[in-house]
């Protein structure tokens, strides 16, 4: 791929490779929203978290593989929003049965 200037540009410590793969992920607009944690080791980084939707899991993982080198991508990411959970029903407008016209 390209060669961005970066002041470590070479395998350098696995932190700094955590680091810029957890960059990477920040920066791609569609996982965004998604709570994707990265950890390297010397053989292998693990993706872990959730993001929303299968394709954005396929892209987390394809931006780490494109830092992988020789290292193996294990995938742990699970697909659906934690920030969701509980009842479908939108809470942003409670329901106002109870407005009573002022009495005097």
Known sequence: ???QSSTSAGSGSDDQ????????LKNEPTLAN???NVNVTATGIELS??????KEKKAAESIAKSYSSNRKVTNHITVGSSSGMGSSSP???PPSSNQKPPQR
Do not use: P, V
């Open 17 to 24: 490779l955590q680091q810029q793969i957890q960059t990477a």
């Open 34 to 36: 998604d709570n994707i």
């Open 1 to 3: 791929m390209g060669s």
């Open 91 to 93: 809470s942003s407008n």
């Open 49 to 54: 978290g959730t993001a929303a939707t299968s």
